[in-house]
């Protein structure tokens, strides 16, 4: 069993999916939504487990068929990919359990698609070559181009066809690049690409190089980075909620993609492509945040609000990535894990506030009451005071291991400013986003009395994703530890190199 352990993340989801599809599961509601359910919490347990076996035993590489690296396909089980798996399916459940309380019913094959999308996520973490992470981002984003239509209408219409299309695009561009990356090094195989990256000499160094920069192209559509962010607001605030929610990883496959192969294969060993992404993620890092925080003040409503703050993080990541060290990387793993959890409890928190407020939804002006106010402002406070750093819950934790990760670094005159002004910028919009939702009204609040209060599983879910911040502050002492360890383990290449070449089952 524990040496299938690595698999499992990926096929169990596939399996859920497919049982999904068929009866009883396809006929009655209640038993899609129980082996669902079963099905997700035993992905996540899968998931911890795999987690701790990593964080004792060290790199595990799972060689399907027996055909072990560069010549067959391999995943990685590594703490950096096993910490992302276990954080997707935690999301995961999350967003079938918040489904489940009725949102499932609004669309088709809502449970199938969470499960396949899961799948995605979890093979583009683990996998340890980048054409599987090309096979891996495709299932991911057929599931969510079915998602984006749940319970849709035109405005989810328009939104999903301009996300289609340019993801299209995107899996073209990274096809030349992978086939100009195969015609210079004769392998996809992350390890041995790192191998023979420092090698190439004369005009391959240049092809190889094109190659790289198209695929940072694919990768910054993915993760939304500045100027390939425009499409991202528009999809996730058009999106059902609790879908939106559960994109909140989809970014960071992107972002996940960039540490990989920007720091292992084109790191400090890659020979006269060392480092060859660093100047274009810095200047397009710092673009991102900045043009994010504007969305942010210009959102006039929650979820529009929160998906700018998605794209604020999505920068915040990639600016820790271009500084190439440890320490950076272990803060932006950190910040990763606070901002996906805070950002999808806001997208659920935009659903019920919307639902609440009636015709007004989560708009930013004054509107009916919420009939709830004490539970979701609460809420609310709790999520705003995480997001911009506040004490003492976990994005201030964060805040302060990115500020002391970019102190001696020379980008720091510039990257300080500017996160600092925009953690203001953000103080200052949700606090005006939660006067006017919470405080301000025109209507009594005996006209919320045809509405509906928030569902059991809706708030258990929300009060799991904010319950994790200060999780993270409490057990911060394990938990910055595993990050520095993660860190660590990424960029010793030399050590990864030889765990994936010499692996096996």
Not at 257 to 266: E, G, K, P, Q, S
Not at 287 to 314: C, E, F, H, P, W
């Amino acid at each position: 069993m524990i040496q299938h352990l690595a698999s499992l993340p990926i096929l169990l989801p596939m399996l859920t999916a497919v049982i999904l599809l068929l009866p009883p599961c396809g006929k009655s509601v209640k038993i899609r939504r129980l082996v669902s359910i079963v099905m997700a919490i035993a992905t996540f347990a899968i998931s911890v487990l795999l987690l701790v076996h990593i964080n004792n035993t060290g790199i595990n590489v799972y060689a399907i068929g027996s055909w072990s690296a560069p010549f067959g396909i391999v995943l990685v089980a590594d703490m950096l990919s096993t910490l992302l798996v276990t954080l997707t399916s935690f999301l995961g459940l999350g967003a079938i359990l918040y489904g489940s309380a009725g949102d499932d019913e609004k669309g088709s094959f809502y449970h199938p698609l969470v499960h396949f999308l899961i799948l995605g996520v979890n093979g583009a973490f683990l996998t340890g070559d980048l054409f599987n992470l090309f096979v891996f981002f495709e299932v991911l984003l057929i599931a969510s181009y079915a998602l984006l239509m749940h319970a849709g209408d035109k405005q989810n219409t328009r939104a999903a066809l301009q996300y289609v299309i340019l993801n299209l695009v995107g899996s073209s561009v990274f096809l030349i690049g992978l086939g100009i990356l195969y015609g210079v090094l004769g392998t996809l195989n992350i390890a041995d690409m790192t191998q023979k990256v420092s090698l190439l000499t004369g005009d391959d160094v240049y092809l190889a190089k094109a190659g790289g920069l198209l695929l940072l192209i694919v990768f910054a559509l993915k993760g939304a980075l500045l100027p390939l962010h425009l499409w991202l607001p528009n999809t996730y605030a058009s999106a059902k909620p609790v879908v939106a929610a559960l994109f909140a990883i989809m970014t960071k496959v992107g972002v996940y993609a960039m540490l990989r192969v920007y720091t292992v294969i084109f790191g400090e060993q890659a020979g006269a492509l060392e480092h060859m992404a660093q100047p274009w993620l810095w200047g397009l890092a710092i673009a991102t945040i900045i043009v994010g925080a504007i969305g942010v003040m210009a959102a006039q409503d929650l979820r529009k609000l929160t998906s700018n703050l998605v794209l604020v993080s999505v920068g915040t990541l990639v600016a820790l990535i271009a500084l190439q060290n440890v320490n950076a990387t272990a803060a932006l793993l950190y910040y990763l894990v606070h901002s996906t959890l805070v950002s999808a409890a806001l997208f659920l928190l935009a659903d019920l506030v919307s639902i609440q407020r009636g015709k007004v939804g989560d708009r930013l002006v004054a509107g009916r009451s919420v009939k709830q106010p004490f539970l979701l402002g609460v809420c609310f406070i709790i999520a705003s005071l995480t997001v911009v750093g506040m004490p003492p819950l976990s994005g201030f934790v964060g805040k302060i291991w990115i500020l002391k990760a970019t102190l001696n670094s020379e980008q720091a005159l510039l990257f300080w400013p500017v996160y600092l002004v925009t953690s203001f910028a953000l103080l200052v919009a949700l606090s005006r986003a939660g006067t006017t939702l919470f405080w301000e009204h025109r209507s009594k609040n005996s006209e919320n009395a045809d509405c509906a209060s928030a569902h059991p599983l809706q708030v258990t879910v929300i009060i799991a994703l904010l319950a994790c911040s200060p999780l993270l502050v409490i057990l911060g002492g394990p938990i910055s530890e595993y990050m520095l360890n993660a860190a660590t383990q990424l960029h010793d290449l030399s050590g990864g190199i030889n765990a994936v070449l010499k692996g096996g089952m």
